[in-house]
């Protein structure tokens, strides 16, 4: 549990040059032009991070969720938000290979694996964010076709993206009502919203997505009609953790920042890891992110043999590895005084990408609500 084998070890390098090599140089001026940096996540999936726990006969590369919690920590070090879209890509294109049948499998998942194609997950709407339940978008059944309308919100990925994952509602109020879409870019009444300006995560595109008598036939829909909430929350199970090593990745590469700006910068004729107060900040970044990454690491390892609650243990994982990244990040930002604050250094892009994983795949606050409820039912 504690020891990564040989294969891991391979896998979390391989992932670690590939983000010193292809995407950190270039992170700081992709976050200003807001660049979403296609070229690379393409480069990756020809490594097989398209599709690493979507399974090998439709081009996934068959890995555990254990190897992707590696993999992204590792591409976050380059870039918090190009890993961060890739795992959202990734909860997708398995969301496909994992609820589609066979003919929806070889139809999407291989040119999803190799990122010919890219992915968007949609579920948040205007009016339906934490209470993902209450969604409202329609999906009228018509003959051999559902038309759809309705808006969703705050879609990574939208207008770039081939493929999106929707979560509609066929039935009554409730998660009973809702079922999963397979709707392809291009469908006449498909229509995307501005690019949103926000805080961080600016290297991916971020946009309301319209349905406006929008027709999908029925052979789209992965499952049964009323299963797609819980196919939705199945996704978000490895979301959380890919969104948590995220956060890892981002403070990692923030505590090494500062560690080699203290060897170099000098204030009352020290340097400044001659400081106790700064080497016990020091210590205590360390230690914090080794406690969440030991942790995320055991909630994968849950998600992988399916235990029972591996979806609280993926909660907890969340809440803790982003709000301890945040803070990681927040902290080696300090450490560098003055100079944190400049978009050359990097590092105070990597606080603002990491801001928005307390937020999406679930704020923190409903990562609290999950961990309770189980609690709770397994009290009575
Ligand atoms: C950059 C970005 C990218 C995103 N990408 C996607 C995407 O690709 N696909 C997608 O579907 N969604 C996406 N989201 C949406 C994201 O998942 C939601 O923003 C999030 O779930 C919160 O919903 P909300 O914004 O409507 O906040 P609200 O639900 O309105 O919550 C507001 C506040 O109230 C708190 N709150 C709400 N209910 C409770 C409760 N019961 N108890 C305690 N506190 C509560 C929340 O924690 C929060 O602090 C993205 C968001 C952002 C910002």
């Not at 329609?138 to 309308?149: E, L, M, P, S, T």
């Not at 609500?369 to 397994?378: N, S």
């Amino acid at each position: 549990m504690f020891t990564l084998s040989e294969d891991q070890i391979a896998i979390r390098d391989m992932a670690r040059d590939f983000a010193n090599e292809q995407i950190a140089p270039y992170a700081v001026e992709w976050d200003e032009k807001k660049h979403f940096p296609v070229e690379q996540l393409r480069a990756a999936a020809a490594l097989g991070m398209g599709g690493i726990y979507v399974r090998e006969d439709v081009g996934g590369s068959g890995l555990t969720r254990l190897d992707a919690a590696l993999i992204f920590e590792q591409l976050a070090t380059g870039c918090p938000g190009t890993s961060a879209y890739l795992s959202i890509h990734n909860m997708s294109t398995w969301m496909i290979d994992r609820f589609g049948d066979d003919t929806q499998r070889r139809q999407w998942v291989p040119r999803l694996a190799s990122m010919e194609h890219f992915a968007s997950y949609c579920l948040t709407e205007p009016g339906a964010g934490s209470d993902a339940a209450a969604l409202k978008t329609k999906a009228v059944r018509n003959g051999d076709h559902y038309i759809v309308d309705g808006q969703k919100q705050f879609i990574s990925g939208a207008g770039s993206a081939d493929i999106y994952v929707v979560m509609v509602r066929t039935g009554g109020d409730g998660p009973k009502g809702i079922s999963t879409l397979v709707i392809e870019a291009g469908a006449p009444g498909l229509s995307f919203g501005a690019n949103e300006r926000k805080m961080g995560w600016n290297v991916q595109p971020t946009r309301t997505v319209t349905f406006e008598g929008v027709r999908v036939p029925v052979e789209n829909r992965l499952g049964e009609e009323g299963e797609g909430f819980r196919i939705a929350m199945a996704g978000l199970d490895g979301g959380r953790l890919n969104i948590g090593a995220c956060s890892l990745g981002g403070a990692q590469a923030a505590l090494e920042k500062a560690l080699s700006y203290m060897r170099e910068r000098k204030a009352f004729g020290k340097r400044l890891d001659e400081f106790q107060a700064l080497q016990f900040r020091l210590a205590d970044m360390a230690t914090e992110l080794e406690c969440a990454r030991t942790f995320l690491w055991r909630a994968a390892s849950a998600l992988d043999a399916k235990a029972p609650d591996a979806t609280q243990l993926c909660a907890m994982a969340k809440r803790i590895a982003t709000d301890r990244g945040f803070e990681v990040a927040n902290d080696a930002l300090q450490m560098h005084g003055g100079y944190g604050y400049l978009a050359d250094y990097g590092i105070e892009k990597i606080v603002r990408d990491l801001r928005v994983h307390q937020i999406l795949e679930g704020t923190n606050e409903i990562m609290r609500l999950i961990v309770a409820r189980a609690l709770i039912a397994q009290g009575n």
